[in-house]
């Protein structure tokens, strides 16, 4: 823990430094910081009060006052009596704040595009998303619904998508099932498998991604015209509990149904208990069980069937 507070406490040294958030004019302007947020919020919302500027920017009524009364005397914003309620004032921007607000932006854009001219466009998606990333976990009402809004599905296979998934198989039943790294060696043999016989009118495979990385994945395989196999269900954790597993395996479903199989099958192990337990929500019926020793471990390999006629 210690070392990730470490971390988190240069990140913040590093980016306050970066872009000049300890200057005392910001953007080489005549305010600080805390006077340009107000008069973005101002802008932003367009009619706002005092209250929800202190509430959505945590400074206390004294402080805002002050701002409020320079902004007011400098022509920058106005009070208007709200209608609903004549003890209440909305504050909006001037024709002067709204042109301060646009030159400040133009100057925070130039700031920006300056600190992006050295990056090439894979390194601004992984400046961009991972800072997206950060605004999601560091939400005051975070919980990882947050992120699976952000979340997108795609049917089929593009280059590195495969290294990616043996990669997340690899790490998460090691993780979580202390499976040995036989294991990485029998998913890649799969995979190899899968492709070399790869058929798009029979196989598919979909794939849920959050910030261009797949977090989730799903595919069937045909085993006869009737029959197909449920193969590499996979939800990263971060991402378990938001629905993405359920819709990767109700996709799933549904296309072999479509495909008009009799039945669809998985195997699967007894140490995947929360897999096991979604594979049951859905109308599979274990139907083997074999004690088995592999991958560093005792365990049962199960064999679990849906029966669609």
């Known amino acids: 823990m210690e070392k990730t507070i470490n971390q988190i406490r240069s990140f913040n040294r590093f980016y306050t430094s970066h872009i000049g958030l300890l200057n005392q004019n910001f953007l080489e302007s005549p305010y600080s910081l805390t006077e340009v947020r107000v008069l973005y919020e101002i802008g932003e919302h367009k009619s706002v009060t005092a209250q929800y500027l202190c509430e959505i920017l945590y400074l206390d009524k004294g402080y805002m006052s002050r701002i409020l009364n320079f902004f007011l ?40 595009h300056s600190f992006m001219q050295r990056l090439g466009s894979e390194e601004k998606d992984m400046l961009v998303n991972s800072m997206k990333t950060i605004q999601n976990l560091l939400s005051t009402n975070y919980d990882n619904r947050i992120l699976a809004n952000e979340v997108s599905f795609r049917e089929g296979l593009r280059s590195g998508d495969i290294g990616y998934l043996i990669y997340l198989h690899g ?21 190899a498998d899968f492709l070399s016989n790869y058929s798009p009118e029979h196989d598919r495979i979909w794939l849920a991604e959050y910030n261009q990385q797949i977090i989730g994945c799903i595919a069937i395989v045909q085993h006869s015209e009737k029959e197909g196999q449920l193969r590499w269900f996979l939800t990263h954790p971060v991402f378990r509990g938001t629905g993405i597993g359920k819709r990767l395996l109700k996709t799933a479903i549904d296309y072999c149904r479509e495909k008009d199989y009799d039945n669809v099958f998985l195997l699967t192990t007894s140490v995947q208990e929360r897999a096991i337990g979604m594979y049951k929500k859905a109308g599979f019926v274990q139907t083997e069980s074999v004690e088995s020793d592999q991958w560093g471990k005792t365990l049962y390999e199960e064999r679990f069937d849906l029966k669609l006629k």
Do not use: M, P
């Open 171 to 191: 790490i998460l039943y090691s993780k979580e099932s202390g499976y040995s790294l036989d294991f990485e060696g029998y998913v890649a043999k799969t995979f």
């Open 73 to 112: 005397k400098n022509g920058t914003i106005s009070k208007v009596k709200s209608e609903s309620d004549g003890r209440v004032y909305n504050i909006v921007l001037t024709n002067t704040g709204e042109e301060l607000l646009n030159e400040l932006n133009n100057r925070s854009a130039g700031q920006i």
